[in-house]
C-alpha cells in the first residue's frame, strides 16, 4: 500500500514558477512509476508528467518544455517543477503511483494523493 501526499500549491502570478511535492509513505517507492495529473472545474483529469523506476521522463503536450518531474527515491519522493506558468495550468494537482508502465492512462496509476491546489491569476 503507498500513501501520497501533496505539497507545494498555491497562487502565483503569470510567468512565474512552482515546485510541487509529493511524499510517499510505504514501502519500495524506487519500484513505483510516479505521475502527476491536474484536474480544473468542469474537465476530464489530465495526464501532466510521469517519471519510470529509471527517471525515464514524459510529458503532456501542454506543459512539455515548461514543467519537469523528478524523483528522490531517498527522500520517497516526487518532484513537479512548474516554470513560465499560465493561467490555464490553474487546476488542482495530484500525485499519482502504479507498479508497471502507466503511459499516460489515468487507470493505469493505482494510488493517488489528495490534490493540491495550483491558481495561476493573469
Known amino acids: 500500500q503507498v500513501q501520497l501526499v501533496e505539497s507545494g500549491g498555491g497562487l502565483v502570478q503569470a510567468g512565474g514558477s512552482l515546485r510541487l511535492s509529493c511524499a510517499s509513505s510505504g514501502r519500495s517507492f524506487s519500484s513505483y512509476h510516479m505521475g502527476w495529473f491536474r484536474q480544473s472545474p468542469g474537465k476530464e483529469r489530465e495526464f501532466v508528467a510521469a517519471i519510470g523506476r529509471s527517471s525515464g521522463t514524459y510529458y503532456g503536450d501542454s506543459v512539455k518544455g515548461r514543467f519537469t518531474i523528478s524523483r528522490d527515491n531517498a527522500k520517497n519522493a516526487v518532484y513537479l517543477q512548474m516554470n513560465s506558468l499560465k493561467p490555464e495550468d490553474t487546476a488542482v494537482y495530484y500525485c499519482?503511483?502504479?507498479?508497471?508502465?502507466?503511459?499516460?492512462?489515468?487507470?493505469?496509476?493505482?494510488?493517488w494523493g489528495q490534490g493540491t491546489q495550483v491558481t495561476v491569476s493573469s
Open positions: 499519482a503511483a502504479a507498479t508497471n508502465f502507466p503511459g499516460k492512462e489515468r487507470s493505469n496509476f493505482m494510488y
